[in-house]
């Protein structure tokens, strides 16, 4: 292997570097999808990962003048299919290649900059926060295991945009503490932190299982080399999301409630006998 070939490889091999490193969770799930997609899906995590980092972590930095840069240079690469920022050049492989939409990129990004200054939700910016947040970058993966077939995408758009709204007002519940008080933020609507009582944390429950139920559906109708990765994930944050409602209010504001490891691989394997036998 030589040249483009070469530095291709090469910066694929980062993003994958870069989903090991930040999310065990994630990596297991790529794992599980048929090899054809992992190194898209790789690519895509780390650009999020990347972008995510920016305004949560780098506090002693211009978080702004950081992300106007990336995002620059997020749409130089697309536009010019090169970067030599890997992570940037292995997005753009995936966006061109499997016609990625421009908008899906935009929306993502303007979630990042709602993070430089977002305390508080109202329910416009709520339902767009997460659609920029999460719901794109499951549409994103969606491309990619549709491998071209825009009937088969139209499908099951809807219910990809409900499992990545799950996903995210999962992770809501789950991390309200440290976005509370080390960022000063509440995403959901209404809500106070220091007055989260039970009767919030139900109507969110609720919420969240009806996005759940719609995109099982959606799931069952996934190419077959991306099912059982979707799967995964789908049983991991139901099993997180199960745990978060048997847990009293108390809990889910002073801790951040997880999944131990090897209650990871346990799910791994109960999901692909479900999957191998059909029973999902």
Do not use: W
Request: aromatic share 14%.
């Amino acid at each position: 292997m030589y040249g483009v070939e070469l530095f291709d490889a090469t910066t694929l091999k980062c993003s994958k570097l870069v989903t090991k490193n930040y999310s065990t969770s994630f990596t297991l799930g790529i794992r599980t999808l048929s090899g054809k997609f992992h190194n898209p899906v790789y690519a895509i995590y780390g650009f999020v990962r990347y972008a995510d980092e920016i305004v949560d972590t780098f506090h002693n930095h211009d978080k702004k003048e950081l992300l106007d840069r990336f995002s620059k240079d997020t749409f130089q690469a697309i536009e010019e299919s090169i970067s030599l920022n890997p992570i940037l050049h292995a997005f753009q492989q995936v966006v061109n290649t499997y016609q990625i939409e421009k908008e899906l990129v935009e929306a993502f990004l303007h979630s990042m900059y709602m993070d430089l200054s977002l305390t508080k939700c109202d329910k416009m910016t709520y339902h767009q926060y997460i659609y920029g947040s999460a719901e794109v970058v499951g549409l994103m993966c969606l491309r990619v295991f549709c491998e071209g077939d825009k009937n088969l995408y139209d499908k099951l758009k809807a219910p990809a945009r409900s499992l990545g709204s799950a996903f995210q007002k999962v992770n809501f519940l789950r991390d309200m503490k440290s976005d509370f008080e080390e960022r000063g933020r509440i995403y959901f609507p209404g809500v106070e932190f220091r007055g989260f009582d039970e009767n919030n944390k139900i109507d969110i429950e609720k919420d969240i299982e009806n996005d759940f139920n719609e995109a099982y559906q959606g799931i069952k109708n996934l190419p077959k080399g991306a099912r059982l990765g979707v799967y995964l994930a789908y049983v991991y944050y139901r099993r997180l999301f199960n745990k978060i409602k048997m847990s009293p209010v108390s809990q889910v504001v002073s801790e951040r409630i997880r999944i131990p490891d090897k209650l990871k691989f346990a799910l791994l394997v109960k999901s692909y006998v479900q999957y191998r036998f059909n029973f999902l």
